[in-house]
């Protein structure tokens, strides 16, 4: 299944049940990854998120998450943070994330996932 199907899938599911979800996206700093290393990240984050969330290679360079029936997506992103700063330390990630509710357009939601994403890369790294 693709990410627009599954994302899709989500958004009806989320207008029928009244609960909201978060999309996230994940890629390393300028892009910069061979394919193999994006290949890696999605399994990485495939194996610290939940069985129900589903994850997927987006595009060449990126990885997208959909966190289901959450808007809580602080321990997801730490947990995914914390994994690849100990099993990929030369990938540096910037990650955006938004939540979508019931009745919104996810790729509005996707959109403003990206430009969280180029905030997160414009945040001084923490010591």
Not at 11 to 38: H, N, Q, Y
Not at 88 to 100: D, F, K, T, W, Y
């Amino acid at each position: 299944m693709s990410f627009e199907e599954f994302t899709s899938l989500e958004a009806k599911r989320s207008r029928r049940s009244g609960r909201w979800f978060t999309l996230v996206r994940i890629a390393p700093v300028g892009w910069a990854a061979l394919d193999g290393e994006i290949e890696a990240l999605e399994r990485l984050v495939s194996a610290v998120v939940r069985r129900t969330d589903f994850v997927h290679r987006k595009r060449e360079r990126e990885v997208g998450v959909v966190l289901v029936e959450t808007t809580e997506s602080r321990v997801a992103l730490e947990r995914i943070r914390a994994a690849a700063a100990e099993r990929m330390p030369e990938l540096q990630l910037r990650i955006g994330c938004a939540p979508a509710g019931p009745g919104q357009q996810w790729q509005e939601t996707w959109r403003w996932a990206g430009t969280m994403l180029v905030a997160d890369a414009a945040m001084p790294a923490a010591a």
